[in-house]
């Protein structure tokens, strides 16, 4: 199941970046852009929390560890934003920032265990080859 719900999750984002590329050519910046996509966001995960009453137990160690995912997102979203306002194109942009797979499939097989083989790392050299096309002028 996780092939399809990574295709929807792709569509999404697409889109999401496409609405970033336009609201800020139309005079918003990526902060404000951002303020409102997370203000509306987090009234879709309250209102899904509330429908199938997710329990929400944390402990303080997973806080820590969710505070920490929270910075990293605030600067991550600002700056790829950032870049799909800027670039000339902005899947320019979002191919660099893909590049993000390329360090979670080599630092998980470090921390997690997961397995990895040849065929799978000369798709990721392939990403990164592609991205580095993309860039060059």
């Known amino acids: ?35 409102y996509v997370f203000g509306f966001g987090w009234l879709f995960y ?19 560890l969710l505070f920490l995912a929270g910075l990293f997102a605030y600067i991550g979203n600002l700056y790829a934003v950032r870049a799909v306002a800027e670039a000339p194109n902005p899947g320019y942009a979002m191919a660099l920032v893909g590049l993000q797979a390329l360090v979670v499939t080599l630092v998980s097989v470090a921390l997690f265990g997961a397995t990895i083989s040849w065929m ?13 096309l993309l860039v060059t002028r």
């Open 120 to 132: 799978k790392i000369a798709g990721v050299v392939l990403c990164l080859a592609g991205a580095s």
């Open 1 to 35: 199941m996780w092939p399809l719900h990574a295709l929807v999750a792709m569509a999404c984002f697409a889109s999401m970046q496409l609405v970033f590329r336009h609201t800020t050519r139309g005079g918003l910046t990526p902060a404000a852009v951002l303020f």
């Open 46 to 64: 309250l209102l899904h929390i509330l429908t199938v009453r997710t329990p929400l137990a944390l402990t303080p160690s997973r806080g820590g």
